[in-house]
């Protein structure tokens, strides 16, 4: 099947710095790609939606210039997560799918811890 | 809008015993129907999918899931549980948009089970 990698797999910062995340499709073009966010014992949350060379889509309540997000190429996509806060200490984990695909794959998740 | 909803947060088995997870959905067209599972501290691994073939899914691992339009139902079981399959379980119900498909979650089910 389709693999998607996360690195860091881990990741522990100071509160105010930035923090970035890889999520790449490893044996497919992904031409979408998604950043959820799950919180302890909780479902995962979409956080946003990028397709490979356009700005990406923020669900509600998500701030775009917290959380940035680049799909540069069909087979990367990053996370920037700026200035972070104790807060948004979190597990993110990224998906993506192929052109009309109907199946997300997804990737095995980011710990973020800010402390 | 589409929605997912999972009925038990928890369910325990014991090995070698029938496993059955609950999923209902709501969608305001024929819908893509997903199982997916996630170990601790992995990423999500898909089970099985319907996408309006048959009703009846076969997925990995021995599980299968039973789409019914009638009872807005996408219920997963397994005829015998092993320890390994001890995890936690989530069905999402996708919407098609212009050119990918969005999931919607359901608060997911941790499985547990007993030897």
């Known amino acids: 099947g389709a693999v998607v990698s996360q690195h860091p797999s881990r990741v522990i910062c100071k509160s105010g710095t930035s923090v970035k995340i890889e999520c790449r499709s490893l044996d497919f073009q992904a031409t979408t790609m998604f950043w959820y966010r799950q919180f302890p014992k909780q479902s995962l949350m979409l956080m946003a939606t990028s397709n490979e060379g356009s700005k990406a889509t923020y669900e509600q309540g998500v701030e775009k210039d917290k959380f940035l997000i680049n799909h540069a190429s069909l087979t990367l996509s990053t996370l920037t997560v700026t200035s972070a806060h104790p807060e948004d200490s979190s597990f993110y984990i990224c998906s993506a799918t192929s052109l009309a695909g109907e199946t997300q794959y997804f990737g095995p998740g980011t710990r973020l811890l800010v402390l | 809008a589409q929605s997912v909803t999972q009925l038990d947060s928890h369910v325990s088995v014991s090995e070698g015993t029938p496993v059955l997870l609950r999923c209902n959905y709501s969608s305001s067209y024929s819908p893509s129907l997903f199982w997916y599972v996630q170990h601790p501290n992995k990423g999500l691994q898909l089970l099985l999918k319907y996408t309006s073939a048959a009703t009846l899914v076969k997925g990995i691992n021995g599980f299968e899931a039973e789409f019914k339009k009638s009872e807005t139902s996408f219920h997963l079981t397994k005829p015998s549980a092993h320890m390994s399959d001890a995890a936690e379980y989530f069905c999402?119900?996708?919407?098609?948009?212009?050119?990918?498909?969005?999931?919607?979650f359901g608060s997911g089910t941790k499985l547990n089970v007993k030897p």
């Open positions: 999402v119900v996708s919407e098609a948009l212009y050119n990918f498909n969005k999931f919607y």
